[in-house]
């Protein structure tokens, strides 16, 4: 099982940046996709950015394309979220997910990942 650890997340202005990173543990992250999840207090976990990790393909929430863009360093067994121009709405704590032969069609569901880490806290104020 992968193990993820998050970090990155904190308290920002409106229109800021903030960059979250997941470094995960595992042997081979070979035919896993890493995934960024959110949760509002409230409401139910919303999937953010996924990038698969053998082509690095990428996929995006409407909410967030264009503003987001997530990446990997394989050498370091790390995806980045790079946020810019954050918005109140972006507050919520985010999740790395890892997700094993994940498809296009799935990717999407917070159903199709197995480990998760412990979550960051992102706060963007008005």
């Known amino acids: 099982q992968v193990q993820l650890v998050e970090s990155g997340g904190g308290l920002v202005q409106a229109g800021a940046s903030l960059r979250l990173s997941c470094t995960a543990s595992a042997r081979t992250l070979s035919n896993y996709a890493l995934g960024w999840f959110r949760q509002a207090p409230g409401k139910e976990r919303q999937f953010v950015a996924a990038i698969t990790w053998n082509f690095g393909n990428r996929y995006y929430a409407d909410s967030v394309e264009g503003r987001f863009t997530i990446s990997r360093d394989s050498a370091k067994n790390t995806v980045y979220l790079q946020m810019n121009s954050l918005k109140p709405e972006d507050t919520a704590v985010y999740y790395c997910?890892?997700?094993?032969?994940?498809?296009?069609?799935?990717?999407?569901?917070?159903?199709?990942?197995?480990?998760w880490g412990q979550g960051t806290q992102v706060t963007v104020s008005s």
């Open positions: 997910g890892a997700a094993w032969t994940a498809t296009q069609l799935s990717i999407e569901s917070h159903n199709e990942y197995e480990s």
